[in-house]
């Protein structure tokens, strides 16, 4: 199995709602990572979980909160959005072991965000 | 800082034309760099991963190559196809962390 997947496909939220994300892989991956990509434009990082820590947070605002229950999942949860959140929201993972492939990325297929 | 270009921003051939789509970064303290297709509104298909100590890799009809010390890469796409249009990104990993940063993009259109 080598896929991502990230539910829901879609999501429409007002600015008060709380949702939200969710990113699974099966490739024993150690890393997995939140993206954020405006029309476009090329997909800005947000946050990275290394062996279910997180590692790196890029000044991401804390209406975004990420989880990493397990090392299969990743969670993005949002509380009192902005419509300029509006996005695609990728999930990838690697490896994350080093080597010859260790950090090569796998990209979910999104969730398209609408904040209303 | 890392900054990632990419060259032409959008590139429109003929069906059956041999292409060649350019990226270069400013610091050439790599581990590896990343070739992706982006479909509209979809998420990103790994293409190509070069490390640092490689020239070149291949798979099928494309043909990625790497000069890391004038920080370019290329991706080269033979006999070019309507399937291939889409947007091509190039990421480069730094040696240090666990980030990609990504190149704006190339958006190709091949015509019937």
């Known amino acids: 199995d080598t896929e991502v997947t990230q539910t829901p496909k879609h999501l429409v939220m007002g600015m008060t709602n709380k949702k939200s994300l969710k990113c699974e892989q099966h490739?024993?991956?150690?890393?997995m990572y939140w993206y954020k990509q405006k029309a476009k434009k090329p997909p800005e990082l947000m946050f990275v979980y290394s062996y279910e820590k997180l590692s790196i947070n890029e000044s991401v605002p804390s209406r975004f909160s990420p989880e990493c229950p397990n090392s299969s999942l990743l969670n993005l949860h949002l509380h009192a959005l902005q419509p300029e959140d509006s996005a695609l929201y990728l999930c990838?993972?690697?490896?994350?072991?080093?080597?010859?492939?260790?950090?090569?990325?796998?990209f979910g297929p999104g969730t398209r965000l609408t904040v209303t | 800082k890392q900054e990632v270009t990419q060259i032409p921003a959008a590139l429109s051939v003929p069906e059956g034309e041999n292409l060649v789509l350019n990226c270069s970064f400013t610091d050439s303290a790599i581990y590896n760099l990343q070739w992706f297709r982006q479909d509209p509104g979809k998420g990103l298909t790994s293409l190509l991963l070069i490390q640092s100590s490689q020239r070149e890799q291949t798979s099928g009809r494309l043909n990625a190559s790497l000069d890391k010390s004038s920080g370019r890469s290329t991706l080269y796409i033979a006999a070019s196809q309507p399937g291939d249009s889409a947007t091509y990104l190039c990421?480069?990993?730094?040696?240090?962390?666990?980030?990609?940063?990504f190149g704006p993009g190339t958006r190709l259109s091949v015509l019937p």
């Open positions: 990838a993972s690697s490896p994350g072991t080093g080597g010859r492939r260790g950090y090569e990325q796998y």
């Open positions: 990421a480069v990993r730094r040696n240090y962390g666990q980030n990609f940063v």
């Open positions: 490739m024993g991956h150690r890393a």
